[in-house]
C-alpha cells in the first residue's frame, strides 16, 4: 500500500510541477507577445489559443497537488462544532464524494477527448489544432485529482496524516 501511496504522491507531485512550468510559459509567451506588438509590430497568430491552453493546463494539472498540500478552499463553520471522530467520518465521507465526482469528471473528459480524436475536430484558430491533444494534456489534471483523492481516502481510512505542507513534498529519486 505504501508504494502505491509513493507512486500517486509521485505523480501528483509532477501534475503540480508541470502547473507551475504552464504558468511560466504562459507569462513568457505572454511577455513575447507583448514585445512582438509593442516593438516590431507583428502579432503572433497562435498566442491566443495556446495562452488559453496554458492557463487550463495551469489550473487543471495543480488540481491535486492543491488537494494533496491542503489548499481546497473549506467551510469550517460545520467542523468546528463537532467533535474529532465526527470530523474523521465527514472528512472521510467528503473526499469519498471528491473521489466519485473527480471519476466522473475523468471518464468524461475521456469521452470527450476520444470523440474529438475520432471526428478529427481542430481548432477553429489559424493553426487548426487537433483538439484531442490538448485535451489528453487536459486529462492529466482530473486524473491527478481522482489519484490524490484515492490517496487522502487510504491515508484518512488508515488514520495517517492525508495532507502535507508544499515544502515536505517531493518526487523521491
Do not use: N
Amino acid at each position: 500500500m505504501c508504494a502505491l501511496l509513493a507512486v500517486i504522491d509521485r505523480f501528483v507531485t509532477l501534475c503540480g510541477r508541470l502547473a507551475a512550468v504552464a504558468l511560466v510559459a504562459l507569462f513568457g509567451l505572454l511577455l513575447t507577445e507583448i514585445f512582438l506588438r509593442s516593438v516590431v509590430g507583428y502579432s503572433l497568430p497562435f498566442v491566443v489559443e495556446y495562452a488559453g491552453y496554458l492557463v487550463a493546463l495551469s489550473f487543471l494539472w495543480g488540481l491535486g497537488w492543491t488537494l494533496m498540500t491542503g489548499g481546497h478552499v473549506r467551510v469550517s463553520v460545520v467542523t468546528a462544532i463537532l467533535s474529532p471522530a465526527a470530523q474523521k467520518r465527514l472528512d472521510i465521507a467528503v473526499t469519498a464524494l471528491v473521489l466519485i465526482l473527480s471519476t466522473l469528471l475523468l471518464i468524461a473528459w475521456g469521452h470527450w477527448t476520444i470523440g474529438s480524436y475520432t471526428r478529427g475536430s481542430l481548432s477553429y484558430f489559424p493553426t487548426a489544432t487537433p483538439l484531442a491533444i490538448p485535451q489528453a494534456l487536459l486529462a492529466l489534471g482530473p486524473l491527478s485529482l481522482v489519484l490524490a483523492a484515492l490517496a487522502r481516502l487510504i491515508r484518512l481510512a488508515r488514520g495517517e496524516v492525508a495532507e502535507f505542507p508544499p515544502d515536505q513534498v517531493e518526487l523521491g529519486p
